[in-house]
């Protein structure tokens, strides 16, 4: 969807890889300018990195970031975060926005360390970010709204595409889109290796696959249509596509990625943490 500049100061408490591809996409997008950025990490190579990339404010210090921003986007790793609100949680207000990206850890959680009625938005979004190509799902803590909702949707759409969920399903999205990359690179190198097998060079036959892989989930989204669907154009009667399938079905592949999920999800249920809700 086409985006327009927001009068927000972002501010990011943590500049790690997550935190910078967010940046690149909300400048490339021309939600923010770079003077509309400020971040905070313990690393000075980090914050560094970040100020010559991008020419955005820096600092060491948590606190500034929280005097400077409307939207604080909390980047830090999930173990760490709750000794970071402790420090920052009084100091935030219920005019500005908290975005959390911390993996297993809900609202509820957050909100424990705020004194005010702080808008709290809780996102996963995966890896592909990085690349402009994430996939990342949206909920909404107590004091949030759907305008809150909406800032957050088009922030992390400006890196790939963003969805709407309740948060009781966020742990189902942690084993569908958070830890599906890696499930898609097994496909991408089973895929490539077959290639090879049969006489391709490496190179070749790894960017075939991948190719593959990025065409066909493209045609998925645009044209809307059922997987299903698709996989009928692609397979002609007596042809070499229902073969495949055929192997692939004796192979028990979509068994194999349906406890993929289930697990996935299971484990971050374990990991979340009743002290975590």
């Excluded at 592909?128 to 759907?146: D, F, I, M, R, S």
């Excluded at 696959?209 to 044209?223: R, V």
């Excluded at 349906?258 to 374990?270: P, T």
Aim: with cysteine; aromatic share 4%.
């Amino acid at each position: 969807m086409e985006m327009t500049q927001i009068n927000y100061t972002i501010g990011f408490i943590g500049g790690g890889a997550m935190a910078e591809a967010l940046m690149a996409g909300f400048i490339k997008a021309g939600l923010v300018t770079p003077e509309k950025l400020i971040a905070s990490d313990v690393n000075e190579h980090r914050i560094n990195h970040l100020k010559e990339k991008f020419e955005i404010q820096v600092t060491s210090d948590n606190a500034a970031v929280v005097e400077g921003a409307d939207i604080i986007i909390l980047s830090v790793k999930p173990f760490v975060l709750g000794e970071v609100l402790k420090a920052i949680g009084g100091k935030i207000s219920q005019q500005q926005i908290i975005i959390s990206i911390a993996a297993g850890i809900s609202t509820l959680y957050i909100e424990k360390f705020l004194l005010d009625k702080v808008p709290v938005v809780r996102v996963m979004p995966n890896t592909p970010a990085l690349v402009g190509e994430g996939a990342t799902a949206v909920c909404c803590g107590k004091w949030a709204g759907e305008k809150h909702r909406e800032l957050a949707l088009a922030l992390f759409g400006a890196v790939g595409r963003a969805v709407p969920v309740p948060e009781n399903l966020m742990d189902a999205v942690t084993g569908l889109s958070g830890s599906g990359p890696a499930y898609m690179y097994v496909i991408a190198e089973a895929l490539s290796d077959a290639g090879v097998r049969m006489g391709l060079p490496r190179d070749k036959a790894q960017t075939l696959a991948a190719q593959t892989m990025l065409g066909a989930a493209k045609m998925i989204l645009e044209t809307n249509r059922h997987p299903g669907m698709l996989k009928d154009m692609v397979t002609t009667p007596a042809g070499t596509a229902i073969e495949g399938l055929l192997a692939l079905e004796e192979g028990g592949l979509r068994i194999a990625l349906g406890r993929a999920v289930e697990r996935a999800c299971q484990r971050s249920r374990q990991l979340s943490g009743q002290d975590k809700k």
